[in-house]
């Protein structure tokens, strides 16, 4: 007989492959255009990319994050892009489409109103600080014990990013900074509501003692398999 646990788990590991190869593709993707835009000069980031204050450049809100200026300019992104992308994947990819869309929105619109009109904005690290933002809330927004330790986690591994948000010329921070608080704002809006109905609808049995926090993470892990 299958285990209580047994069709959760399998479904957060068909989850977590999926949310892998969704950032395969994402990285795919921006390295496929990279080479394009290498070739021609880097033409397409001065065409799609981001000009506070230009009307004519809000496309490149959507288009911009695909973009970079350099191989070292993707090289640096793509690695965080990856790690934290799939963290705030592997719950859900419906979810995580719609998380990435509200930072991408977020980040650009904000770049739009703050930077320097006299630069093009591209890159995807809007995006990648929105990915951890929201990774160290959405456990304490969502009440699982996993990622809040994870959220902990890659705040102490990570802590270097911190300064991205900090003015430094010739970085487009005005879109870290708004990337990243439209992630801590969206582990909140996208916070999963269904769980923690589910936890307070649920009766307690006669005489069962509450669960404890241990024990809550011990179940965690007994879902996840490990």
């Not at 999926?18 to 795919?28: D, E, T």
């Not at 704002?185 to 509501?193: A, N």
Request: charge should be negative; aromatic fraction near 14%; hydrophobic fraction near 50%.
């Amino acid at each position: 007989m299958e285990g209580k646990s047994g069709p959760t788990a399998e479904i957060m590991i068909a989850e977590a492959r999926k949310a892998l190869w969704v950032m395969v593709g994402f990285l795919a993707v921006i390295w496929t255009i990279q080479v394009f835009n290498w070739a021609s000069a880097y033409d397409l980031s001065k065409e799609f990319g981001l000009q506070a204050w230009d009307p004519e450049t809000l496309p490149g809100i959507v288009t911009s994050p695909f973009l970079h200026w350099s191989w070292e300019h993707i090289e640096a992104n793509s690695g965080p892009l990856f790690i934290f992308g799939f963290l705030s994947a592997y719950r859900g990819v419906s979810k995580f489409i719609s998380v990435t869309a509200f930072i991408i929105l977020v980040s650009g619109l904000g770049a739009w109103f703050t930077a320097s009109p006299t630069g093009i904005g591209v890159g995807a690290s809007g995006v990648v600080f929105g990915y951890f933002g929201y990774v160290l809330v959405r456990g304490a927004f969502d009440r699982h014990l996993i990622d809040i330790v994870i959220g902990l986690v890659m705040a102490l591994c990570f802590a270097y990013q911190f300064m991205g948000l900090l003015p430094e010329e010739g970085v487009g921070w005005q879109a870290h900074g708004f990337g990243f608080l439209a992630g801590l704002v969206g582990g909140w809006v996208f916070r999963d509501r269904r769980l923690r109905r589910e936890k307070l609808q649920e009766p307690a049995k006669p005489g069962e003692p509450a669960p404890s926090s241990r024990a809550a993470l011990l179940k965690e892990l007994d879902d996840l398999g490990l």
